[in-house]
């Protein structure tokens, strides 16, 4: 059973482009996390998605949106790139959206912003 | 994480000696106490969880210990060897659903 994927695993962008990346989930799983990683701050969760809706939302700026296909795929947009923006990002998948399913993390999106 | 404190935040054991991390959090509702592993340029992995009627489990060297009164949850790491050298997190979920992880403790074993 292949795991999460995720796409680019790199990326580089200057301040004020905008950004597209994106996440397979297993096979079946309906649910869809995304979460940023910085050495300072951790984990921070972004937002989730099941069947296409967005579930849960983190504390984050607009500028960050995501959205889900009737596949469970998920994307994930930043537009007006900050410096501040330099990060991991990690999407996660788990089978349905209930909290004690294990989450499947993806090898994440590293975005550097220039 | 929001409500969530993870201690200590770097942990340095001597190989074969036992490493513990502590998870608090808040929301009297969690009823799910994962442990995720995450090893250099890999995502979070879980290794450990247990639900809210169990007060510990054991799998080989690692357990979880669950306080509900005092809502902390524990990592026991015993006989540590080199790759247990990682960041580890606890993300107990939420009554809204979300799941917010811990900061992390980065655990070191020394040679």
């Known amino acids: 059973k292949a795991g999460v994927t995720q796409t680019p695993r790199y990326l580089i962008k200057t301040r004020g482009q905008q950004v597209t990346l994106s996440c397979s989930p297993i096979?079946?799983?309906?649910?869809v996390s995304w979460y940023q990683q910085t050495p300072g701050q951790g984990l921070q969760f972004l937002f989730e998605?099941?069947?296409?809706?967005?579930?849960n939302k983190g504390n984050f700026p607009g500028r960050f949106s995501g959205r889900q296909f009737s596949n469970s795929r998920s994307e994930m947009n930043v537009s007006t790139l900050e410096l501040g923006d330099s990060a991991l990002y990690l999407c996660?998948?788990?089978?349905?959206?209930?909290?004690?399913?294990?989450?499947?993390f993806g090898p994440g999106t590293r975005l550097t912003v220039l | 994480g929001e409500n969530v404190e993870q201690h200590p935040s770097t942990l340095s054991v001597q190989e074969g000696d036992s490493a513990v991390i502590k998870c608090t959090y808040s929301?009297?509702?969690?009823?799910?106490f994962p442990w995720y592993k995450q090893e250099l340029g890999k995502g979070p992995q879980l290794i450990i969880d247990?639900?809210?009627?169990?007060g510990e489990k054991k799998d080989q060297r690692i357990a979880v210990t669950l306080n509900k009164t005092a809502k902390h949850f524990s990592l026991h790491i015993t006989e540590t060897q080199p790759e247990d050298s990682a960041v580890y997190f606890c993300?107990?979920?939420?009554?809204?659903?979300?799941?917010?992880f811990g900061k992390g403790t980065r655990l070191h074993i020394l040679p």
């Open positions: 247990i639900r809210s009627n169990v």
């Open positions: 993300a107990p979920p939420r009554r809204d659903d979300k799941i917010i």
């Open positions: 929301d009297s509702a969690s009823n799910y």
């Open positions: 996660a998948s788990r089978l349905a959206g209930v909290t004690y399913n294990e989450q499947f």
């Open positions: 998605y099941f069947s296409e809706t967005q579930r």
């Open positions: 096979s079946g799983h309906r649910s």
